[in-house]
């Protein structure tokens, strides 16, 4: 029962998260893609039932997986079953940081938390040298444990060799795209000038990087 409802919830956060990431991805042709288009899918993730579901399902999904790390541990031996508890815990945590930094963001700090508010601290030194590999594992850890889980799901349809390359496949997609978004949010491919009251959030004042 538990087993269903997580991969259930996992279901609406992975289809948040395509659609998240495929976001970010957007910010290779520029910061003014990315916000328009965060913008239009806010339309539909930022409609209160929406939202409520969605953060409801991140808890649960956070509780349930890390239940079931504990109930396991030490019984995980073969590379996609450890993989899958690794990537795991550390979406955990990520997500747990993650969300209560959108909220507080956007409710106590009252800023619209845009692309800006995550590039914010890729930009300040010595901010960058957390959230860089932060996000980096978050795109990473996300692309893995689908891998794990299609690794799983596929178990009999595919024989072995299909299945770990299918599973080895989609870790490196996710590696090779979250080098590519970070690279854009850290101004890799075109320059990106953080306003100042993100910066304030650091303790920077404008003009100043
Ligand atoms: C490069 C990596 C990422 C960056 C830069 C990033 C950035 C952001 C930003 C700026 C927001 C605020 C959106 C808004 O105000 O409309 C947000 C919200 C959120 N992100 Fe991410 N994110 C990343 C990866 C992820 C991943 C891998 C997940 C996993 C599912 C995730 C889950 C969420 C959730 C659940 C919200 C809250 C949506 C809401 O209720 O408004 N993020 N993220």
């Given at each position: 029962?538990?087993?269903?409802l997580?991969?259930?919830?996992?279901?609406?956060?992975?289809?948040?998260?395509?659609?998240?990431?495929?976001n970010?991805?957007?910010?290779v042709?520029?910061?003014e893609?990315?916000?328009?288009?965060?913008?239009?899918?806010?339309?539909?993730y930022?409609?209160?039932?929406?939202?409520?579901?969605?953060?409801?399902?991140?808890?649960?999904?956070?509780?349930?997986?890390?239940?079931?790390?504990?109930?396991?541990?030490?019984?995980?031996?073969?590379?996609?079953d450890?993989?899958?508890?690794?990537?795991?815990?550390?979406?955990?945590?990520?997500?747990?940081?993650?969300?209560?930094?959108?909220?507080?963001?956007?409710?106590?700090?009252?800023?619209?938390?845009?692309?800006?508010?995550?590039?914010?601290?890729?930009?300040?030194?010595p901010?960058?040298?957390?959230?860089?590999?932060?996000?980096f594992?978050?795109?990473?850890?996300?692309?893995?444990?689908?891998?794990?889980?299609?690794?799983?799901?596929?178990?009999?349809?595919?024989?072995?060799?299909?299945?770990?390359?299918?599973?080895?496949?989609?870790?490196?997609?996710g590696?090779?795209?979250?080098?590519v978004?970070?690279?854009?949010?850290?101004?890799?491919?075109?320059e990106?000038?953080?306003?100042?009251?993100?910066l304030?959030?650091?303790?920077?004042?404008?003009?100043?990087?």
């Open positions: 029962m538990l087993h269903t997580h991969r259930s919830s996992a279901v609406i956060i992975a289809l948040f998260a395509l659609f998240h990431i495929a970010h991805g957007a910010a042709a520029g910061v893609a990315h916000i328009q288009l965060m913008e239009n899918l806010r339309r539909v930022r409609l209160p039932l929406v939202e409520a579901l969605l953060v409801g399902c991140v808890l649960f999904q956070v509780c349930s997986g890390l239940y079931f790390v504990i109930r396991r541990f030490g019984e995980r031996h073969d590379f996609f450890r993989l899958q508890a690794i990537s795991g815990c550390y979406l955990a945590f990520f997500l747990l940081v993650h969300v209560s930094a959108v909220l507080f963001g956007r409710g106590l700090l009252g800023l619209d938390t845009n692309f800006f508010y995550a590039a914010a601290g890729m930009h300040v030194f901010y960058s040298l957390f959230f860089l590999p932060y996000y594992l978050a795109v990473a850890a996300i692309f893995a444990h689908l891998a794990c889980a299609a690794h799983w799901l596929l178990r009999n349809r595919l024989d072995t060799a299909v299945r770990d390359r299918v599973g080895y496949g989609m870790c490196v997609a590696l090779v795209l979250s080098a978004i970070i690279t854009a949010f850290a101004g890799g491919f075109a990106v000038k953080i306003p100042g009251e993100y304030a959030t650091y303790g920077q004042a404008e003009g100043t990087l």
